[in-house]
């Protein structure tokens, strides 16, 4: 079924094609999630919560535009405003997040017998966490631009319109990102600046004994199903001709798999007043 066809039956009543529907869009969601708040267990239950709204409100969905669209909408201002004041209490700065790079001791990893992962699969996500965390030094509104525009490659009329923005707007929000995050990757990041010192392979041990790696509960590779630029060629051409290595290390990074937050949202819904009204 298309997903127009889809969004006829799902508004019908039809529950089967709402799961498949929204099942569609699942991924493209916690991604999002995931980058916008860090924590594996604070985006699921983002996820969850705009997977809730979209089936509270598709009765208003009125097929002016892409359901896609509607649904990234609700996505976008769910994460730009739900629980604001607690996300912005634990942002920091890229000076804090420079400084806690400093002060983690570069070492080589203990020996990979007594680890659970191999080294190669500790670095990485090792390495896809320290780049997520850099993500969060930008303010929020920042941060879902340059998520959307540079590392999904949403184009600036899509991004504008899920952020109820002008497409200048966007534009002008995404190249701010950009400065802000590629000025400090420049100065600190040895993936990109191979004269910095700072290395994915010399902080991963350091991240473990800080508690910022669990090896046993991975964030950034357990699950993977494609690299972002895999699961969005078609939109990425615009952005290929730039050529800038750290646009490539955020686009390389994988697409992860959630839990499955759409049969929590069933059963939470089949056991409350939504069921029974």
């Avoid at 996300?87 to 990979?112: H, I, K, N, Q, W």
């Avoid at 995404?174 to 990109?192: I, P, S, T, W």
């Amino acid at each position: 079924m298309t997903e127009a066809e889809l969004v006829v039956a799902a508004k019908a009543g039809n529950m089967s094609s709402l799961d498949v529907l929204l099942r569609r869009h699942q991924p493209w969601i916690f991604n999002l999630a995931l980058r916008m708040v860090w924590r594996r267990d604070a985006a699921e239950d983002a996820t969850q919560e705009i997977l809730l709204k979209a089936v509270t409100h598709l009765g208003g969905f009125e097929g002016r535009s892409k359901f896609s669209t509607w649904l990234h909408r609700i996505a976008v201002n769910h994460l730009l405003n739900v629980r604001k004041s607690e996300m912005e209490e634990r942002r920091m700065s890229f000076a804090d997040l420079g400084r806690s790079l400093d002060e983690c001791e570069s070492t080589d990893l203990p020996d990979e017998s007594s680890l659970p992962i191999d080294h190669g699969l500790l670095v990485e996500e090792a390495k896809l966490g320290c780049i997520t965390a850099m993500l969060m030094c930008l303010d929020r509104r920042q941060r879902l631009v340059f998520i959307l525009g540079e590392i999904f490659g949403v184009n600036s009329d899509a991004g504008a319109e899920a952020m109820e923005i002008s497409a200048a707007n966007f534009r002008q929000l995404l190249g701010r990102a950009r400065h802000d995050l590629y000025k400090f990757m420049n100065e600190k990041c040895g993936l990109v600046n191979t004269l910095n010192p700072c290395r994915c392979s010399k902080k991963a041990g350091a991240f473990m004994r800080h508690g910022w790696l669990d090896p046993l509960h991975r964030q950034f590779t357990a699950d993977r199903l494609a690299a972002v630029r895999e699961a969005t060629p078609d939109h990425l051409a615009e952005l290929q001709e730039l050529e800038r290595a750290h646009a490539e290390i955020y686009r390389s990074a994988p697409l992860v798999a959630s839990s499955d937050a759409l049969k929590r949202l069933w059963v939470a819904i089949n056991t409350s007043k939504l069921n029974r009204e």
